[in-house]
């Protein structure tokens, strides 16, 4: 099965700049179209950029600009990298695959996505 491991949280402050890495590992060729959503304690987890098999990319409208996705299929790793960041972009960062026809395209939740664990981000003012 596919299994997703992030990597690359911490604190920083406003207006400073992280690189979350996340690798997939299993069958990768089930994984190219993939995403970042983020979630704080009591909210929805809401998605934050996506990546398709054809390394087409979307964004939400608060981290365009600052907030760029990208895929490394050689190395199985995909990344998000963080500039700018705002206090607003606390919050714990998971990575996904999706398997079926790329509905995370549209940064949409999907029961049938594969989930990483994790990692925090925290941006102090």
């Known amino acids: 099965q596919v299994q997703l491991v992030e990597s690359g949280g911490g604190s920083v402050q406003a207006g400073g700049s992280l690189t979350l890495s996340c690798v997939v590992s299993?069958?990768?060729?089930?994984?190219?179209?993939n995403g970042w959503f983020r979630q704080d304690p009591g909210k929805e987890r809401e998605g934050v950029a996506a990546?398709?098999?054809?390394?087409?990319?979307t964004y939400a409208n608060s981290v365009k600009g600052r907030l760029t996705i990208s895929r490394d299929n050689a190395k199985n790793t995909l990344y998000l990298q963080m500039n700018s960041l705002k206090p607003e972009d606390t919050a714990k960062y998971y990575c996904a695959a999706d398997p079926g026809a790329c509905g995370i395209f549209n940064l949409f939740l999907s029961s049938s996505y594969y989930w990483g664990q994790g990692t925090q981000v925290t941006v102090t003012s």
């Open positions: 990546i398709d098999g054809l390394y087409s990319t």
């Open positions: 299993g069958f990768t060729y089930k994984a190219y179209c």
